[in-house]
């Protein structure tokens, strides 16, 4: 086994004695390629069954994660103990008795799943919602873009018609919702989410193959199944009583029927001054469904900052411990292993944990790092959302979150890709902490994908903690420049969230240590550093709530 930081040193031609043999500046202890090897094997092992939540290889993986916290040194994260408790409602639809019967202006019923896919709001054993039918544009109201689609219409009681992404950006206005990147008011649970403070009982996105970024099928494989949701806590508002989408040509047929035109409305949507148009058409929808209640467990744990006045701010290091446990079988493999969604993830949070904890309490940074993993991202986010809902400290002492989801299996690299890179100082700093180790920050490849939405650092966003997730970019080390992409489009087509995902004893394991060591040496730099990130003034996201997107 060697040090990655003697290989890495070598391999990209640093002066020696700059980073003190090892990419992370405070470190006493190296991160070494044996233990993250040892855990992502263990992790991602068919003894762990996929690491469902809420099943025995779940229990296994959050338990097996407590006991290597306590064992190196941590301090229990939450009210003495290294595991949060999330309760999870599992909401199981009756898809052959699901009702979407539309009346007035046009009377039919809707197909689920071939004109319409819905499913229930909460978790409830009798969804519905009753009231007519309202197109309301791109349902935005985004004050910083001094767009509202709603224009203080009331719109309670009734079932919202959404089209899906952002209001696009004009040849007058290029920057207009970031341009081709997505922002956070294109997202599916965006829309939902403003339905519901609009008081609506139901919504419908209309779908379409190119704004979506996925066919229907997609939508159809992802809703209609049993659907995982946090118990609402008090204080929101009243959830929709049916969520959903229906295809676009299911929606202008029914809008037809109304002497309605989605293309002509659709254009007038792309405009400040559109107003939600009435469809005289009424929506009564019925999903029976069964509710299941589930516990799974974040496990977390604290490395005390040595600075009095300052160890009650911390630093949050994330990577999701779930997979996807046992489902359909692939070339007679029915075990969806998840080594490196996230098994390689939670490999190189438990070695940063490790090494942090080894610092002698003298040495430690100023304030504290809390190492988190969470349970539920592939189920929504759930875990982390929980989380940030309920954090052990108030969210305005967490400073920052750094997550890994899909650590670095195939080599040292030069790049590395960051979600979150514009929306917040943590961009800038991260290239400037990575840039004298020879490295840079690699472009998001597809802004308009909008994968800054898709993984837990987006929890922390949405209650204003400035957040990234770090991962490898294309640039190896010793390849051709090619072959990164290629690496990337493999793990895409043949074993992202397929049973390939499995340990390989080719992977090569200096990438984890040296992403690790940079993680947490980032980490550890701002907690010593004499300010705290902050969101940009373009970003969705301000601590002080300033925005309509995030409450
Ligand atoms: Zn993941």
Redesign the pocket.
């Known amino acids: 086994m060697f040090r990655l930081s003697v290989r890495w040193s070598v391999a990209i031609g640093l002066a020696g004695g700059v980073i003190s043999g090892s990419g992370t500046r405070l470190a006493a202890q190296a991160i070494t390629t044996g233990e993250i090897d040892g855990d992502l094997r263990f992790l991602s092992s068919d003894l762990l069954e996929g690491r469902a939540p809420a099943t025995r290889g779940g229990q296994l993986a959050s338990a097996y994660i407590a006991s290597a916290l306590q064992g190196a040194g941590l301090a229990p994260g939450y009210k003495g103990s290294f595991l949060q408790p999330v309760s999870i409602d599992v909401v199981s639809a009756d898809q052959s008795a699901i009702r979407v019967a539309v009346s007035g202006a046009a009377t039919s019923v809707l197909r689920d799943p071939d004109d319409v896919v819905v499913w229930s709001g909460s978790a409830t054993e009798t969804a519905t919602a009753h009231g007519e039918l309202v197109f309301v544009g791109y349902g935005v109201a985004a004050p910083e873009y001094h767009w509202d689609d709603f224009k203080g219409i009331d719109l309670t009681g009734k079932v919202l018609l959404i089209l899906v992404n952002d209001p696009p950006a004009t040849s007058a206005e290029p920057g207009l919702f970031d341009g081709p990147a997505m922002t956070y008011y294109g997202r599916w649970t965006y829309k939902f989410e403003e339905a519901e403070r609009r008081g609506a009982v139901g919504a419908l996105i209309i779908h379409d193959t190119d704004r979506a970024g996925y066919p229907w099928h997609t939508v159809v494989g992802s809703w209609a199944k049993a659907q995982r949701m946090l118990p609402r806590d008090p204080g929101l508002p009243a959830p929709l009583g049916v969520r959903g989408w229906i295809t676009d040509s299911a929606a202008t047929a029914l809008l037809a029927r109304a002497g309605l035109d989605l293309a002509a409305l659709r254009a007038r949507a792309a405009t400040r001054d559109f107003r939600p148009v009435a469809t005289g058409i009424t929506v009564d929808a019925s999903i029976p469904s069964r509710v299941e209640h589930l516990t799974s467990d974040n496990v977390v744990g604290v490395v005390p900052g040595r600075d009095p006045a300052l160890r009650g701010q911390y630093v949050v290091f994330t990577a999701?411990w779930d997979?996807l446990g046992i489902g359909p079988a692939v070339n007679g493999d029915s075990i969806y292993n998840?080594a490196e969604?996230?098994a390689s993830?939670v490999a190189d949070g438990l070695a940063m944990a490790r090494a942090a904890a080894a610092l002698p309490p003298a040495r430690r940074p100023r304030r504290s790092l809390l190492f988190l993993f969470v349970t539920a991202?592939?189920s929504g986010l759930l875990g982390s959302a929980y989380f940030a809902g309920h954090p052990p400290v108030p969210a305005s002492a967490l400073i920052a979150d750094l997550n890994i989801?899909?650590g670095n299996l195939l080599g040292v690299v030069r790049d590395l890709t960051v979600l979150g890179e514009h929306k917040s100082t943590l961009g800038a700093s991260l290239a400037a902490y990575v840039a004298p180790r020879g490295l840079r920050l690699a472009p998001d490849a597809h802004p308009e994908k909008g994968y800054f939405y898709r993984?837990d650092h987006f929890s922390f966003a949405r209650v204003g903690v400035p957040s990234v997730s770090i991962g490898p970019g294309t640039d190896y080390v010793g390849r051709d420049r090619t072959w990164g992409v290629e690496q990337d489009d493999a793990y895409t087509a043949h074993r992202y969230h397929q049973p390939s995902d499995e340990y390989r004893p080719d992977f090569d394991l200096r990438g984890a240590v040296q992403l690790s060591e940079l993680v947490l040496g980032f980490g550890e730099s701002l907690a010593d550093a004499p300010t705290v990130p902050t969101w940009l003034p373009t970003a969705e996201f301000h601590r002080a709530g300033g925005t309509a997107a995030v409450q």
């Open positions: 999701h997979h998840g969604d996230n993830g991202e592939e989801d899909g993984s």
